[in-house]
């Protein structure tokens, strides 16, 4: 069974507009936690937020931050006054006990000036 | 801040060779994953290492290994390369298997993309 699920393949956002990324995840575990990646075309895996299942406020770093739900068990991120730089692919991903990351199929995203 | 490096960066390879892929961690990092993304497609674990021994075995093919040195390196052998092989192959570490839980994050290396022919 799929552990993440990214249901966007692909999103077009304004310049300064804000765009959500969904991500549903999919555990018995009590304790896991929650990642988004970014990957620009260039191919490197740049760490944006993470999020503890047992954090009770929703994380932040500057223009990203992560609604997350835990009775739905949704980890959407949230981009703030999108920019041209923003333009990638996204991956939500999680960690487990056994410490491995599982990602979800990832999400395009293209900012449009 | 040093990163995570990975060698080469490209390697381009015919069917049954073999390739030969290094990974030097963060210094005081001592557990390594790798990870396999093919074109189009998320990455997917293939084996990780912690203190040297193997920690945990994903999706990796009989045909690939994989050890981790003293100095905390790894490197990933794969041997008679099929065209499938082709991917981008990333090396990811953190600070202990429980460092991945406490400072909540792998960090990955730029990756080595691989092309099989």
């Known amino acids: 069974a799929q552990k993440i699920t990214q249901t966007q393949p692909g999103m077009f956002v304004q310049e300064k507009e804000a765009v959500t990324l969904d991500c549903t995840y999919d555990t018995s575990d009590q304790s896991y936690g929650l990642f988004w990646y970014k990957q620009p075309s260039s191919g490197e895996m740049i760490f944006l937020i993470y999020?503890?299942?047992?954090?009770?406020q929703n994380a932040t770093e500057g223009r990203y931050s992560l609604n997350f739900q835990k009775a739905r068990k949704s980890a959407n991120l949230v981009i703030s006054a999108s920019q041209l730089g923003d333009s990638a692919m996204y991956f939500c991903?999680?960690?487990?006990?056994?410490?491995?990351?599982?990602f979800g199929a990832g999400t395009t995203v293209t900012v449009r000036a | 801040a040093a990163g995570v490096i990975q060698s080469p960066r490209h390697l381009i390879k015919e069917k049954r060779e073999t390739a030969t892929l290094k990974c030097y961690p963060i210094?005081?990092?001592?557990?390594v994953y790798w990870y396999q993304q093919g074109p189009g497609q998320d990455p997917q674990f293939l084996i990780s290492f912690y203190e040297k021994m193997q920690s945990d075995k994903g999706s990796i093919p009989d045909r690939f290994s994989a050890q981790q040195f003293s100095d905390y390196h790894s490197e990933l052998n794969m041997s008679s390369l099929e065209l499938g092989d082709s991917a981008l192959y990333f090396c990811?570490?953190?600070?202990?298997?429980?460092?991945?839980?406490?400072?909540?994050?792998?960090?990955f290396g730029p990756g080595t993309r691989l092309t099989v022919l």
């Open positions: 990811a570490s953190s600070a202990g298997l429980a460092g991945a839980v406490v400072n909540n994050e792998q960090f």
């Open positions: 210094p005081r990092h001592d557990t």
């Open positions: 991903a999680m960690r487990e006990n056994d410490y491995k990351l599982s």
């Open positions: 999020q503890g299942s047992y954090d009770e």
